[in-house]
């Protein structure tokens, strides 16, 4: 980083702000201007970011050169990262798209979802057992017996599955059942539940808190790339702005932002992203077009009776119809679908 030094200081001042940044482990390369002098801190900065020398005596203003994050961004490692999942590979040529009802209702409602968007071409199922509901009376999922309905859908079809995880004292039963773990947008900044999934080998995807940065975005990523685990999807789901129309804004512009600050594949969940089933297609078109690795799209078989969602659900034939838009869209941008 580049420590600007605020005019005037005598060579003890200056020697303290040396004496200060060597104190974290860092080198001290000083230039003295005709106006102002500046210290080049050399080494790895990102153990200042709670720690900024901005108030210390004498220093007026800290430039970071580094980003906060180091494993999940583009400096750390160029190429972009492939997760292997069940013979799939997320974040290479191929778009994925993942597929199913908001929650896990009945064995019966799993399948009547599954079973067409497989047939669409869909490569992954998707269906809460756990959900994370703003009021604490709405349908709270229906635990591990929602799991098991997953894994007979995931057996009928071969689908593999992502479910949602809301608590590590759930980790253990939800591991058993899933492919892919999520975390959701409440539970972005859940850092104790970063960690442990972390810890895990299973690939993770890690949907953007509904009012976090992109920023504060890699850096839950990070949490969950520093214990170790690298497999790691990024969803923009839509953040909340001022805008009532939709369910909350879809930040589209965050697929190339995060695409060019990291190497983890990114997806767009145009669902919850719009609240509304008839903005589904379209933002979900638009994704792919922004270079999006992935959709994770909810799928009902009757949305007007669902316990959570019905209305940005798309029914199957929608879907299959969407599908159909879309491969158009991808093979447009290079990719397949
Ligand atoms: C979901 O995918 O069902 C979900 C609850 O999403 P989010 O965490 O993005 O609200
Ligand atoms: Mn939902």
Redesign the pocket.
């Known amino acids: 980083m580049i420590v600007v030094l605020k005019p005037g200081l005598t060579d003890g001042e200056i020697q303290n702000v040396i004496k200060r940044i060597e104190g974290f482990g860092l080198r001290a390369h000083v230039s003295v201007g005709k106006e102002r002098t500046i210290i080049g801190a050399i080494g790895d900065e990102r153990i200042l970011v709670d720690q900024t020398l901005e108030s210390f005596p004498g220093v007026e203003q800290v430039l970071p050169i580094l980003k906060p994050y180091k494993l999940v961004g583009r400096e750390f490692q160029k190429e972009d990262s492939h997760i292997h999942v069940d013979g799939h590979i997320i974040g290479g040529n191929r778009v994925h798209v993942m597929a199913g009802p908001?929650?896990v209702e009945t064995r019966e409602q799993v399948l009547e979802a599954a079973v067409p968007v497989k047939e669409a071409g869909a490569t992954f199922l998707?269906g809460?057992a756990f959900?994370?509901r703003t009021s604490p009376y709405s349908f709270q999922g229906l635990g591990e017996e929602g799991l098991e309905y997953l894994a007979h859908a995931r057996k009928v079809t071969g689908l593999p599955v992502i479910t949602?995880v809301l608590d590590p004292r759930d980790l253990e039963a939800v591991y058993r059942y899933t492919d892919i773990l999520?975390i959701?947008?409440?539970?972005m900044q859940n850092f104790k539940l970063l960690t442990e999934v972390g810890k895990l080998g299973k690939p993770v995807m890690l949907?953007?808190g509904?009012s976090a940065t992109i920023q504060e975005f890699l850096l839950s990523a990070e949490y969950i790339a520093a214990e170790g685990n690298r497999k790691i999807i990024l969803?923009e789901?839509?953040i909340r702005t001022y805008e009532t129309e939709t369910r909350n804004t879809l930040d589209l512009s965050a697929v190339p932002v995060l695409k060019r600050l990291s190497h983890l594949p990114v997806f767009v969940?145009p669902?919850?992203g719009t609240g509304k089933w008839d903005l589904v297609a379209p933002m979900a078109l638009a994704g792919v077009a922004a270079g999006a690795d992935g959709l994770?799209i909810?799928v009902h078989p009757h949305p007007e009776v669902a316990l959570?969602?019905g209305p940005q659900s798309l029914k199957p034939a929608k879907f299959a119809a969407l599908m159909r838009t879309l491969r158009a869209v991808a093979a447009a941008v290079g990719r397949e679908l």
């Open positions: 908001c929650s998707r809460g959900k994370p949602e999520q959701g947008a409440r539970n949907k953007r509904m969803c789901r839509g969940d669902s919850h994770l909810e959570s969602d």
